[in-house]
């Protein structure tokens, strides 16, 4: 059974900062990786989707990357801005269409 | 382009009153879809899938049920709610090798 861990659950850093977001899951036959961004009370937004033949995807200053075989991905956030404060949310989907999450990583960003 | 609607946004329901939550999406054929329950600050707790009409998986044993009428159609469904199913309620859609949309979720209180 699939298992996906975030760390840390939580994380707050002043502006400018570059972060790391880290995800790790259990079992590497997966199919592919989305990270999503929640803000409070809301749905998710798609940040960034891994597929499983893939190392890494960057969009402007997120960049994703997938080691399948050491069941790690990250996600880097470069020169963090406050408007970036939101949780952060991995997922990964198995060959049976499953998509299960991680439990998510809170970010604040002080200005 | 593709949408997908959820609704309603807020529900506050009696304990013992059924339940009736509807998803549709637009603009694609033959979608995977999914119901999805997030506890307050917790992550996201998968409880059905589909991949097609009629085809349902059912991830969590409760008192939930879920049908797909149609091809872009996922109805969750209670007989009788129990105040441990309060929660924020996020359907999704995916084809295979795509990223996942979410809608923007029914926030669920049983009273």
């Known amino acids: 059974k699939q298992e996906v861990t975030q760390i840390p659950a939580a994380l707050s850093v002043p502006e400018g900062e570059n972060l790391v977001l880290n995800c790790s899951f259990t079992?590497?036959?997966?199919?592919?990786l989305q990270w999503f961004r929640q803000d409070p009370g809301k749905g998710l937004t798609s940040l960034l989707l891994?597929?499983?033949?893939?190392r890494e995807q960057t969009s402007g200053r997120l960049n994703a990357s997938l080691d399948k075989s050491s069941g790690r991905s990250t996600l880097y956030i470069a020169a963090s801005q406050p408007g970036d404060s939101a949780t952060y949310l991995c997922?990964?989907?198995?060959?049976?269409?499953?998509?299960?999450f991680g439990s998510g990583t809170r970010l604040l960003v002080r200005p | 382009s593709q949408t997908i609607h959820q609704w309603p946004a807020t529900l506050v329901q009696p304990v013992g009153s059924p339940l009736s939550l509807e998803c549709t999406v637009e603009?694609?054929?033959?979608?995977?879809l999914y119901w999805y329950r997030q506890a307050a600050g917790r992550g996201l707790q998968l409880l059905f899938y589909?991949?097609?009409?009629?085809?349902i998986s059912s991830e969590v044993p409760q008192n939930l049920s879920a049908s797909r009428p149609q091809d872009r159609q996922f109805i969750l469904s209670s007989k009788k709610l129990l105040l441990s199913d309060s929660g924020f309620y996020l359907c999704?859609?995916?084809?295979?090798?795509?990223?996942?949309?979410f809608g923007q979720g029914t926030r669920l209180t049983v009273v």
């Open positions: 999704a859609w995916r084809m295979v090798d795509t990223e996942a949309f």
């Open positions: 997922a990964a989907m198995d060959s049976s269409y499953k998509l299960i």
């Open positions: 589909s991949v097609g009409i009629g085809q």
């Open positions: 603009g694609t054929s033959n979608p995977n």
């Open positions: 891994i597929q499983s033949s893939q």
């Open positions: 079992d590497s036959a997966i199919y592919n």
